[in-house]
């Protein structure tokens, strides 16, 4: 099945990024939002990203042109007829979604595959939304999308085996490596990433010595950055609500937030968005 005319849902920090991306493989790119505002920001984005790679000498002002060029915008979905794959990426709340979804049912043809970058809600749920589910599936993109290589693939209960093995042709055309798993809370990376950087909020919570922790696992495990300094960068109030969806998506007390955590953000204490998490900046 060719793959050519690709439309993602939502023009915020997730589906500039994936537009980027898919037009700059060479993909035709709608971009849809119902905010004629929020399609303006998202086309800078990208010219902002395709102007900084330019001043790196990793791309060519031609190329950018034509990556430009290749992405269209609009705020109906009445072109989805067009689309060979259409990517939800609006703002996460189920019943929007669903309603998106049910839109995107509408317009679009049989054989288009639909997805959605969803980080928290279920693929199987949101699946339910239109009426076959066997072409729907999670395609779950890294911020910032251009530059993050893993994609995760979550399969739904009735995702069909050609809808998976569409969307890992996609994620290979767009040259990035696609990682297969189950619909569980949080799929795979944050399943893994968030209950490690809790443990080092629970030994923080002992020894009091960040600078120690991050140093531990920067040289001990080769991590580029430190858990502690991670949290700070992703946000505190952020991994919270990541914890306390995998504590009650899973129903196990091993993803309880460390208390240090759940004081910190009550204090406001939010990471790097809030001058101090942490660490301290300036
Ligand atoms: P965002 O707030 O930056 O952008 C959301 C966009 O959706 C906005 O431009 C908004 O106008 C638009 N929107 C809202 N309702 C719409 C509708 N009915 N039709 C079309 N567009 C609509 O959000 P984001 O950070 O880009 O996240 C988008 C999705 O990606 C979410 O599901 C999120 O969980 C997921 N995600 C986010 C990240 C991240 O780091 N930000 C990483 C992976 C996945």
Do not use: W
């Not at 995760?152 to 990035?176: H, M, W």
Request: proline fraction near 4%; aromatic fraction near 4%; charged fraction near 20%.
């Amino acid at each position: 099945m060719t793959l050519q005319h690709i439309a993602v849902i939502g023009a915020g920090t997730m589906g500039s990024g994936i537009a980027q991306t898919c037009a700059a493989a060479g993909h035709t790119l709608l971009l849809i939002d119902i905010h004629e505002q929020a399609l303006g920001r998202g086309l800078q984005i990208v010219q902002k990203n395709l102007d900084r790679q330019i001043e790196k000498g990793t791309l060519l002002p031609a190329q950018a042109i034509e990556t430009l060029q290749r992405i269209h915008s609009s705020t109906h979905y009445t072109d989805l007829d067009q689309m060979d794959v259409v990517i939800e990426a609006a703002t996460e709340d189920l019943l929007l979604k669903r309603k998106i979804l049910q839109q995107v049912d509408t317009h679009a043809r049989l054989d288009c595959l639909i997805a959605s970058n969803t980080s928290s809600l279920s693929i199987t749920e949101l699946a339910a939304s239109i009426k076959h589910p066997e072409r729907f599936m999670g395609i779950h993109f890294f911020n910032p999308v251009p530059i993050m290589g893993l994609v995760e693939l979550i399969r739904g209960l009735q995702t069909s085996d050609a809808t998976c093995s569409t969307a890992g042709a996609l994620i290979e055309q767009l040259g990035k490596t696609a990682i297969h798993t189950q619909n569980r809370p949080r799929f795979m990376v944050n399943r893994i990433l968030i209950p490690m950087i809790n443990e080092a909020i629970f030994v923080l919570q002992e020894n009091g010595d960040a600078q120690a922790i991050d140093a531990s696992m920067r040289l001990g495990c080769n991590q580029p950055i430190g858990p502690l300094a991670l949290a700070d960068l992703i946000g505190l109030d952020t991994v919270l609500g990541i914890l306390d969806n995998l504590q009650t998506g899973f129903g196990d007390p091993k993803y309880r937030p460390a208390p240090l955590l759940k004081e910190m953000v009550a204090a406001g204490l939010l990471g790097k968005k809030s001058g101090r998490g942490f660490h301290v900046y300036s």
